[in-house]
Nanobody, 122 residues
Framework: QVQLVESGGGLVQAGGSLKLSCVASGRTLLTPVMGWFRQAPGKERAIVASISWLGRTTEYADAVKGRFTISRDNAKNTVYLQMNSLQPEDTDVYYC???????????????WGQGTQVTVSS
């Protein structure tokens, strides 16, 4: 089992920044690929960014490219999401996800955190 705990969400004005953190514990070596998803009420959960075990490969949703940066510190079992130039449309609950490989992210075999609310005011 893998446990994920997110933090860092909050209320910010448009144009501002937030940095989310996700601390993993348990059998983390089984889930080397990490990602961030977000979900608005009534909508499906969508991937925002993903990162490989060594951090050499990152991927981003088109909507956040150039504004968000995913990174990780394996010594701390922590993955981060730096969010800059935030806009009201970025308002969502953000979830950390861990999987065996990139294809498993978001699927039933992956692990989820409890989510953290990000609200961007105009």
């Amino acid at each position: 089992q893998v446990q994920l705990v997110e933090s860092g969400g909050g209320l910010v004005q448009a144009g501002g920044s937030l940095k989310l953190s996700c601390v993993a514990s348990g059998r983390t070596l089984l889930t080397p690929v990490m990602g961030w998803f977000r979900q608005a009420p009534g909508k499906e959960r969508a991937i925002v960014a993903s990162i490989s075990w060594l951090g050499r490969t990152t991927e981003y949703a088109d909507a956040v490219k150039g504004r968000f940066t995913i990174s990780r510190d394996n010594a701390k079992n922590t993955v981060y999401l730096q969010m800059n130039s935030l806009q009201p449309e970025d308002t969502d609950v953000y979830y950390c996800n861990a999987g065996q490989d990139r294809r498993s992210l978001g699927r039933s075999s992956s692990y989820w955190g409890q989510g953290t609310q990000v609200t961007v005011s105009s």
